[in-house]
Antibody, heavy 120, light 107 residues
Framework: QVQLQESGPGLVKPSQTLSLTCTVS??????????WTWIRQHPGKGLEWVGY???????YFTPSLRGRVTTSLDTSKKQFSLNLTSVTAADTAVYFC????????????WGQGILVTVSS | DIQMTQSPSSLSASIGDRVTMSCRAG??????LNWYQQKPGKAPNFLIS???SVQSAVPSRFSASGSGTDFTLTISSLQPEDFATYYC?????????FGLGTSLEIK
């Protein structure tokens, strides 16, 4: 059974960088069959797709965050990461990592989510 | 970005009821439409891919259909564990946008 687990600080100061890691267990992170995705959910709101990285390092991000967001993959550690710079209170959200099936692009396994609050 | 519109935004129903909820895409997305169930404080749970392909662990009371721009999710006989928020998500072209959800509540 594939499992994903987010980790990182729960509190980030405005203008600083939000950095999260997702650790994958129970499956390969190097397969052509999957992308590795970040999704966030503002408190009490719906889901917002942030972006993905493939095992070859191809990335795609939602336009509203482009320029502030990067992601990387460490296959040896079975981890992928999210970095979001210059954060504001609008970036306060629960951040989920998820596995994405590369053909139909659905998110079949999710982490439990981590709440990141941007506040001084 | 492709806008996804779900209706209704909330729905009250009783155990045993049949319920249907809708999802409309702002442009043609073929069958690249997926459904998720989310309970409070939990990660979404993947239910259905490619508009109508129900995942193996999902109870048979769940079904879905649609193509193009209009899609539906049906629960044939509501069980207590089905009360949750349901999201559709288009995977036709990035960014892979979600609808705002349909909140299914106990009447």
């Amino acid at each position: 059974q594939v499992q994903l687990q987010e980790s990182g600080p729960g509190l980030v100061k405005p203008s600083q960088t939000l950095s999260l890691t997702c650790t994958v267990s129970g499956g390969s992170i190097s397969s052509d069959d999957y992308y590795w995705t970040w999704i966030r959910q503002h408190p009490g709101k719906g889901l917002e797709w942030v972006g993905y990285i493939s095992h070859t390092g191809d990335t795609y991000f939602t336009p509203s965050l482009r320029g502030r967001v990067t992601t990387s993959l460490d296959t040896s550690k079975k981890q992928f990461s999210l970095n979001l710079t210059s954060v504001t209170a609008a970036d306060t959200a629960v951040y989920f990592c998820a596995r994405t099936k590369s053909d139909w692009r659905y998110f079949d396994f999710w982490g439990q989510g981590i709440l990141v609050t941007v506040s001084s | 970005d492709i806008q996804m519109t779900q209706s209704p935004s909330s729905l009250s129903a009783s155990i045993g009821d049949r319920v249907t909820m809708s999802c409309r895409a702002g442009q043609h997305i073929n069958r690249f439409l997926n459904w998720y169930q989310q309970k409070p404080g939990k990660a979404p749970n993947f239910l259905i891919s490619a508009a109508s392909s129900v995942q193996s662990a999902v109870p048979s009371r769940f079904s879905a259909s649609g193509s193009g721009t209009d899609f539906t999710l049906t629960i044939s006989s509501l069980q207590p564990e089905d009360f949750a928020t349901y999201y559709c998500q288009q995977s036709y072209v990035p960014p892979y946008t979600f609808g705002l959800g349909t909140s299914l509540e106990i009447k």
